[in-house]
């Protein structure tokens, strides 16, 4: 199965891929391989964020510049893809892998993850907002705690990864999403929806390689 020179003959990509992350998953990884285990589906994180997102619809929406947050965290509430040309993906519980390493850093976050870091924005918001954390009150308690911390963002590199065990992003044709890859590969542009995969497996220890950004 050859393609675009980024595979071999037996669909295994020649390029390393890589996932941004924390030292907050870095145990689990360690135990299960990379997305062996998904804390953030798993744990109730995005029930939590949609119980905090309502408490700032209800608490915060009378105000002027509710339209404003209502579009940037909202989507996240919905699990969606932004309604724009870009397609980004506010949907969280899975594990997405990239070739670009850029990419994969901008996901290495302090928060833990993107969706932890949208939690802790918005309660901000609500704090400067309302003068209070009553907001903290909607959350379970084991998910204020992890709120509460920072952690060291961490880049993972995935060598020999196989063509057999992503998907694409936004549910997109597999092979066609490669060549147009393929095409902007090396040229500085950015497209999401080119460059960021969904793992279908669980990648074990022995293929990955951690270090902090």
């Known amino acids: 199965m050859e ?10 990509f020649k390029v ?4 941004g992350t924390s030292s907050l998953f870095l145990p689990h990884i360690h135990r299960h391989g990379l997305g062996g285990l998904n804390m953030v589906r798993e744990s109730g994180w995005i029930e939590g964020y949609r119980d905090l997102y ?7 929406g009378h105000l002027d510049d509710w339209p404003r947050i209502e579009i940037e965290y909202g989507l996240v509430a919905e699990q969606g893809i932004s309604r724009d ?3 980004h993906n506010y949907r969280h519980g899975e594990t997405y892998v990239t070739p670009e390493e850029r990419m994969a850093e901008r ?5 833990g993850c993107e969706l932890l870091s949208y939690a802790k924005n918005l309660i901000h918001i609500l704090q400067i907002k309302t003068c209070s954390l009553d907001c903290l009150n909607v959350l379970p308690e084991h998910l204020v705690e992890i709120l509460g911390q920072q952690y060291r963002p961490l880049l993972v590199q995935i060598d020999g990864l196989s ?4 998907a694409t992003e936004n549910g997109d044709d597999k092979s066609e999403t490669l060549e147009r890859y393929q095409e902007i590969r090396g040229t500085g542009q950015g497209a999401v929806d080119l460059t960021n995969w969904k793992l279908l497996k669980p990648v074990p220890v022995q293929q990955l390689s951690v270090w902090q950004v």
Do not use: C, E, Q, V
């Open 163 to 166: 063509f057999h065990d992503i």
């Open 85 to 87: 040309d870009n397609r």
């Open 54 to 60: 309502d408490f700032a619809r209800k608490t915060i």
């Open 3 to 12: 393609s675009n020179g980024l595979l071999d003959k037996n669909g295994t």
């Open 16 to 19: 390393p891929f890589f996932h």
């Open 107 to 111: 996901y290495a976050l302090d928060a």
